[in-house]
């Protein structure tokens, strides 16, 4: 199953890494849910959810606050030797030294994001949830027409790069050509997207491959 690194994670949630020597690059999160853990913090531990990103929110942390030193380091150590993929503090909370001891020994990250709790939960979770999405490769263009994905099939030559083109023209945006990545985020939504190595191209007979981005003449 295809993942996304942690390091992937901190650029697009924009995450404070407080654990910088551990290489984030290694680490790689397969499932796009996440997870308070909240009774983990009591010490019950059964059926805990290990494999998905743990996010600390105010609640949590106001009770780790009232915990006596040698319980909370207990508590760390039981939960950051559970193989969880990394930490997430909400709201710019900073996670105290103790807790940056034990990331640091068990090699899991711990970072921080000034959102609230809500709002950092749902951007991870749909983030994760297109980027997990099983995904296939099929021939095509894929056309966003008035914010709809307008998909163009056919065999080799028979003229999608030039329908797609007259579609530019129009002012509608190319959203790959030859190659479209179609992943299933929903059991009632699909998403087109370009392979990073097409992006912005289109092949046209007699021209070759043509950078649409810096055509803006068609958009006219």
Not at 11 to 32: G, S
Not at 76 to 97: A, H, M, N, W
Not at 134 to 153: N, Y
Not at 165 to 194: C, F, Y
Request: glycine share 6%; with cysteine.
């Amino acid at each position: 199953m295809h993942g996304v690194t942690i390091s992937e994670l901190i650029e697009k949630m924009k995450l404070i890494n407080t654990t910088p020597d551990i290489d984030t690059d290694k680490i790689v999160l397969t499932h796009p849910d996440v997870n308070r853990p909240a009774l983990q913090l009591t010490g019950f531990f059964d059926h805990f959810d290990r494999e998905r990103v743990q996010i600390i929110g105010y609640v949590e942390q106001a009770y780790i606050s009232t915990m006596e030193k040698e319980h909370k380091r207990q508590m760390y150590d039981k939960l950051t030797s559970s193989q969880i993929p990394c930490l997430v503090f909400s709201r710019g909370q900073e996670p105290d030294e103790d807790l940056l001891e034990f990331c640091n020994y068990y090699g899991v990250p711990c970072l921080v994001s000034d959102k609230t709790t809500s709002s950092l939960m749902a951007e991870i979770i749909r983030w994760l949830n297109v980027k997990l999405a099983p995904c296939i490769s099929i021939h095509g263009v894929l056309i966003d027409v008035f914010g709809e994905g307008v998909l163009i099939m056919g065999e080799s030559g028979i003229g999608k790069s030039e329908a797609a083109l007259e579609l530019i023209k129009r002012g509608h945006r190319l959203v790959t050509d030859d190659v479209v990545e179609i992943r299933k985020v929903s059991d009632d939504t699909l998403i087109g997207n370009a392979p990073d190595i097409t992006k912005h191209f289109i092949e046209l007979r007699g021209i070759g491959i043509v950078d649409v981005k810096h055509c803006s003449v068609w958009r006219a």
